[in-house]
C-alpha cells in the first residue's frame, strides 16, 4: 500500500455528478489498485493480494489471473504482454520485492529491484530508504517509466533493468486545517489540534501519463497531513535526468494544486487528462478517520488548464481507465478484501 501516514490554487469549473453505474465486476482478493485496457480491449486489473486478472467486458467475465502477488500497476504492450510493478505492502523501508517486472504469455520475469535502486543512491537524501512503486506507464518493449510513491521520485527503467532517476519531487509546506477538521479540533483534544498552522508534507507521487509530446504527467498524493486541494501535477521533460523539480526547467509545475490525494490519472479519448482523486476528504478521512467522502474524478483541459468533476462518490477510488469501447471504468472499494469492484462510470 502507499505509505499514508507519511510526513509526508487553479480555479477549476466544477459541476458535480453522482456516479452512474451500469456495470460491475467483484471477486477480487485484492486490494485493487491500477486498472488499464488491454490491447483486445479487455480491463486488466492489478490485484495485489492474487495478481494481474483480465475482465472481458464484452462478454461480462473474469478471465485467468496472472500469478503476481503485490501488484499495484500495470502498463500493456500487446497481446499478453505487459509492464508490471509491484509495491512495498507494509514496509516500504524494507526490501519486501518492490520492483518492475515483464509479463508475456503468462509467465513473469523481475527486470529490476527497485528497493535495492533505492537503498543504493536515495535520490530524496535525507530521508530514509524508502520504495513503494506505485504506477507503470510502458514507452514501448524497451523501457517504462515508473512513479515510486516511497522514494518521491520518476524513474526510467530498461528492458536490461536499467534504472535512471528522470525526476525527484519535492516536499511542500501545506496547511494543517484538512486533518484539524477531521479531527473535531479544537474541542477534541486530538493531538492533530497542536500541530501548526503549516506543516511540510512529503509529494508521493502515484501516478504517471505521457502526453502526446512525450512529456511525463505526475500526479502527486501528498502525505501527512492530508490536506485538501494541495495536489500538483508536475510535468517531466522526456530528456530529464536527476531533475530537482520546482527549480529544474525539466520538471515544473502543470496544476498549482487544485486537486486532493491524486491516485489514477489517464488520458480520454477526448484528449482531456482525467484525474482520479482518491476521497474528496482526502485519504486521512478513509485511512485514519474512517470518515470517507467517497473518490471524484475530474476531466481537466490541458489547453485551458481548466477541470470540472464528472463524477464524485465512489468510494475508495484508486483506478480509472478508458475502454476500446469509449466507457470510463473505475474501480471501488478497492482496498475492501474480498470487496474491490471495477464499475463503469457513466
Known sequence: MIKFHRHALVAFGVMLIAVSVSAEFSGFVGPVFGIATAPNGDILVADAGAGVTGIDVRKGRIRDTIPLPGVTSISPLGRGSMWAVTGAGADPEADTGQGLHRISRGQTRKLANLFAFEEQFNPDFPRSVDSNPFDVQSLGGNAAVVADAGANDLLHVDNQGNVNVLAIFPDELVSTDNIKALAGCPGSGADFCFLPPMFPAQPVPTSVVIDESGYYLVGELKGFPAPTGASNIWLVSSGAQWAECGSSPDC???????????????????????????????????????????????????????????????????????GKDGALYATRHALVPGGAEVIRVD
Not at 267 to 281: K, Q, R
Request: net charge negative; proline share 3%.
Open 252 to 322: 515544473i509545475k502543470l496544476f498549482d494544486g487544485g486537486f486532493t490525494s491524486i491516485i489514477d490519472m489517464t488520458f480520454g479519448p477526448d484528449g482531456h487528462l482525467y484525474v482520479a482523486e482518491f476521497d474528496a476528504a482526502s485519504w486521512a478521512a478513509v485511512e485514519i478517520f474512517g470518515m470517507p467522502s467517497g473518490g471524484v474524478i475530474k476531466a481537466c483541459d490541458l489547453s485551458t488548464l481548466t477541470c470540472h468533476e464528472i463524477a464524485s462518490g465512489i468510494d475508495e477510488l484508486t483506478g480509472i481507465t478508458f
